[in-house]
């Protein structure tokens, strides 16, 4: 049986707005109300990809499969805005999913990140 994927999102530390140029300039429509956020697609559970990005997570050959931003800024797991969205079969599936909800967060003027 194939993988299922599933998208995520963290919340972020407000200081990420300040403190990071690129999340900054990303986000030029908020207005410091909303949150800031981090969204993401995976193959394993949200709360154990949320632990590896915390960590640092390397894979066996060392690359770095987490991201800085989560690892420096992210505080929790924000299950209300992704649990109505059901897994997926195909990683493509989640991609377009994962930026489809990242662009909806960012018109309700949330402050979001995705890769």
Known sequence: ????????????SRKVFTEHSRFRLA???????????YVGMTSKDPRER??????????KQGHNLSSNIVQKYGRFLRPSLYSHIEPMNTREEALKM?????????RQRYAVWWN
């Open 1 to 12: 049986m194939a993988a299922k994927y599933r998208v995520y999102v963290i919340e972020l």
């Open 27 to 37: 986000n030029p429509q908020y207005n410091g109300v909303l949150e800031c956020l």
């Open 50 to 59: 949320f632990e590896q990005h915390r960590s640092g997570y390397r894979n």
């Open 98 to 106: 994962e930026e489809k909800l990242a662009l909806e967060l960012r």
